[in-house]
Each structure stands twice: as structure tokens, then as C-alpha cells.
């Protein structure tokens, strides 16, 4: 362990940094001149397979064949840690744009990346703008691009998920669109929730891709519907360890 520290203190970190601004910058001009749709995910893919892969993190994913390649989704996934925006973005494999906190528009550079690939922020204080989201995605979500989702909204303090918020479920509602469940194992152990820097600890991380639940109906009955489907199946491929 000590000896993973210091490679992750003299390797990873600039190597990390270097790729990080090199990402957002890339993503920033190829957006701006017009290809959000390649430029807004293939760097940021790159980027977080690196990060993995310089991390040597044993890294499984198993359901990839539920997806249809033509298909829209939204993906729902538990959110463990930090480490789960690598882990999905670097090897879901699938075209998509993040839902994000408002707020996460102030980080340094990434947050500007963000906006120019068409992420989309919500603000969820106010029925307006959840109105907002709803128009945005739906502006979005064509020719088989999809959305990921953590609907817990923030990470997990125990490794245990918590109650899902209703915005994933009633974007997937108002559009019609299927849910994919997708379960996060490992990444809790990997970078726990912590207050100040703390280093990477060696453990496997896992991608479980359930099946996509479609829509019954329309409406209050859908969305809880959709909502407590979506924690079952992800809830039932949770481990502890």
C-alpha cells in the first residue's frame, strides 16, 4: 500500500492533471466548432479509461448485450464514489450526456467543458427548472444518444444506497423513454466519500448492466413505478465488498 501511494503521488497524479486539461481543452474546441455529439464524449471516454488504467484497477462490466446500439436510454446507476464517473464514462460504452448538479458548472475548466458538450445541469430547487431539464434533454436525446443519471443524487457516506429522487424517472416518464438500471461495486472501497484529499486504495470495481424497464403508462403511477423497479434491480447486484 505504501509503495501505491507513492506511485500515485509521482505518476498518476501528473499524468492525471496533464490529461485532465488536455480533455477539457479538447472538448472545449471541438465542441465550440460544431461536434458535440463526438467531441462531448469520446475525449472524456479516453480520459477516464486512462484514469483507471494508470490507477491498475482491476475494472468488470457484465450486460452490455441489453442494450440496443440504435436505442435512447436513460441510465440510472448507485453512486459509490468519485470514482464512478471513470468507471461509467470510461467503460459503459455507450454515447451519453451526464445529468449534473447546477453547481458542478464551477469547477475550474471541466465545468466549462461540460456546458460545451451539452451536459445537462439541473437546478433542482425550483419547478422551473426541472421544466428546463425536461426541455433540454428532450432537445438532446435523439438518434440514439442517451442520458446517465445518479438519482441519489450526491454519493454515498456508507456504501449503502440512498432514496432516489424523482427527476431521472420523470424525464424517462415525460419522454417515454426505457430505464437502465446499472449497479456500482468496488468503487466505494476504491475512494470512500471523504472530507480533503485522500489516496486511491487497490480494489476491483464492477459495471452490472441490468435490463432496461420500460414505461407501462404515463404519469405519478410510471414514475414511482420506474423509480422503485430501477433501486430493486440495482440494490439486488449490490455487494459489500
Not at 6 to 23: D, G, M, R
Not at 55 to 71: F, M, Q, T, Y
Not at 85 to 111: D, E
Amino acid at each position: 500500500m505504501f509503495f501505491y501511494k507513492i506511485y500515485q503521488l509521482i505518476i498518476f497524479l501528473p499524468i492525471f492533471i496533464v490529461a485532465t486539461i488536455i480533455t477539457a481543452l479538447t472538448t472545449i474546441i471541438g465542441c465550440t466548432l460544431g461536434g458535440s455529439r463526438f467531441w462531448g464524449y469520446y475525449p472524456g471516454r479516453a480520459w477516464s479509461w486512462l484514469t483507471c488504467r494508470l490507477l491498475l484497477l482491476p475494472i468488470k462490466v457484465e450486460g452490455r448485450e441489453h442494450l440496443d446500439p440504435k436505442a435512447s436510454y436513460v441510465f440510472v446507476a448507485n453512486h459509490q464514489g468519485a470514482m464512478d464517473i471513470f468507471l461509467i464514462y470510461g467503460f459503459l460504452h455507450r454515447n451519453f450526456k451526464w445529468m449534473m448538479k447546477k453547481s458542478l458548472k464551477k469547477i475550474p475548466l471541466v465545468g466549462f467543458a461540460c456546458q460545451t458538450a451539452d451536459f445537462i445541469f439541473v437546478d433542482r430547487g425550483s419547478q422551473h427548472g426541472i421544466k428546463e431539464t425536461i426541455r433540454d434533454a428532450r432537445r438532446t436525446l435523439q438518434d440514439g444518444m442517451s442520458m446517465m443519471v445518479f438519482p441519489e443524487g450526491t454519493r454515498t457516506f456508507t456504501g449503502q444506497m440512498r432514496p432516489f429522487s424523482k427527476g431521472a424517472f420523470m424525464l424517462a416518464d415525460e419522454l417515454q423513454l426505457p430505464v437502465v438500471p446499472i449497479t456500482i461495486n468496488g468503487s466505494f472501497q476504491v475512494l470512500p466519500r471523504t472530507k480533503g484529499f485522500n489516496f486511491v486504495c487497490f480494489h476491483k470495481m464492477s459495471l452490472t448492466i441490468h435490463q432496461p424497464i420500460q414505461s407501462e403508462a404515463q404519469g405519478a403511477e410510471n414514475i414511482k413505478t420506474l423509480s422503485q423497479l430501477s433501486f430493486d434491480a440495482i440494490n439486488s447486484s449490490l455487494t459489500n465488498s
